[in-house]
């Protein structure tokens, strides 16, 4: 099992899901207390390492703008995702596979928490923000995971090319 699937899924078992609430409010950029874990798809980035800054929008008609963004391998990006919409929407980067394993799971608890480096969830109206270091070249993507936004198209992808 994921380690992100077992983590979300250890938490639901020893809290309940009253204690697994989705929270309504922005996150990112101030979570010093999660882990830099290696994943496919690189590494939360640090800051000061921050070489380009990228914009993207998040829509109630569950689109992201914008949807596709070509990286160089070894680019610390920060993304500031706002969320235009009137409805809850978060930002999650990942491989496919990762991305379609985790849209799953929020079908299944639709109210869970789940907060790591590469993800931001965003109220209507606010901003979050993620650094990330894309040391892998390779596709990626990134979604809404919400119930039902991402079955509706609310993903994007990333082209890292290598050095």
């Not at 101030?30 to 993207?56: C, F, H, N």
């Not at 963004?69 to 491989?95: A, D, K, P």
Request: net charge positive; aromatic share 8%; hydrophobic share 40%.
């Amino acid at each position: 099992m994921k380690p992100l699937l077992r983590l979300i899924l250890a938490g639901f078992i020893a809290h309940g899901p009253a204690a697994v609430a989705h929270g309504t409010e922005a996150h990112g950029g101030k979570r010093a207390g999660l882990p830099k874990e290696q994943q496919a798809w690189g590494i939360a980035g640090e800051a000061r390492a921050v070489g380009r800054t990228v914009d993207i929008r998040m829509t109630d008609t569950m689109r992201f703008g914008p949807d596709r963004l070509e990286i160089r391998q070894g680019e610390t990006v920060r993304f500031r995702i706002h969320n235009t919409g009137r409805i809850m929407h978060e930002f999650v980067i990942g491989t496919r596979q990762v991305l379609e394993e985790h849209a799953a799971l929020m079908k299944r608890f639709p109210n869970m928490e789940h907060d790591e480096p590469y993800m931001a969830h965003v109220a209507p109206g606010k901003s979050g923000e993620v650094i990330w270091t894309f040391n892998r070249s390779g596709r990626f993507d990134f979604a809404c995971l919400l119930p039902g936004h991402y079955d509706a198209g609310m993903t994007g992808r990333i082209d890292v090319v290598p050095r």
